[in-house]
Structures are given as C-alpha cells and as structure tokens.
C-alpha cells in the first residue's frame, strides 16, 4: 500500500511492485528502521543530488540514503489509486500532524530537507537537496 506521501492527495493506493534494482528516480517500498514498529516500511523516491549523493524523498521530505540502514524492499512499477480522502480519518489526522511536528521543528540536520509545502516534482525536490548540501557546507 502506499500513502499520501507520493501524491497529489491523501488517497490509499495499491502498488505492483517487483523485486528488481531500485534505480535514480524510482520509487521504492523502503525498509526505514527510524519508524515505529509496525510502520517501518514506505514508499519513497530514491533521488540523486548534484554532487551524486543519493536521498529517500516524499512531497514533505529527503533524508540522506544510508547503505545498510535503509534496506530496499521492491520497486514500484505502478501504482493505482483510490478516490481521494480514502485514508481512514485517525490515520489522516496523525500524518498531518506529524508533518506539522516535522515542518513547526525544522531539525537542524545536514541529512534531513523538510520542505515548507508539498513537492512532487523530482528536480524541485533535488534542487532544495542542492541548496540544503550548500548551506551545510559553508
């Protein structure tokens, strides 16, 4: 299943995945060992940065890719969505205030880029990565 995370509206969606390299650009079901028990793996776009480094990134978010940390489960070949507004209230109220918690915080680390809105175009997405690079290396 996938969430909101990779679309324009909060909506479940299926996935057809398979199980074949994860390459730039695609999108991936991640095994994410920071999330909580239960809900340790989501779909996020495996991007690369100008400087070839690579990130898991969703509209609210990139976190720098860790090798052996963040372990690829499939890849995503298509995914078929719901109408929107499908994701069962508890769930959509707990996802949006967590995003808030994660924008309202802003962490002050050099492998984390919380966008200020939404973003689904990939090289949006890199370009913000980019400046978020520059500004913790000067």
């Not at 495996?46 to 963040?70: I, M």
């Not at 995003?99 to 309202?104: G, K």
Request: aromatic share 10%.
């Amino acid at each position: 299943m996938v969430g909101d995370c990779v679309s324009d509206e909060e909506r479940m969606a299926l996935a057809y995945i398979e199980h074949e390299p994860i390459h730039p650009g695609d999108l991936g079901i991640w095994f994410m060992p920071s999330l909580e028990k239960g809900e340790q793996y989501a779909s996020k776009w495996l991007l690369e940065d100008s400087s070839g480094e690579f990130w898991l990134a969703c509209k609210y978010f990139a976190v720098r890719f860790l090798v052996g940390y963040h372990i690829p489960i499939a890849r995503v070949v298509a995914v078929v969505s719901g109408d929107p507004g499908t994701l069962d209230a508890e769930l959509s109220a707990r996802m949006a205030s967590e995003v808030s918690d994660l924008r309202a915080s802003h962490p002050k680390r050099a492998d984390l880029v919380v966008f200020d809105e939404p973003v689904l175009d990939h090289r949006v997405i890199v370009a913000a990565i980019d400046e978020h690079r520059r500004h913790w290396s000067s």
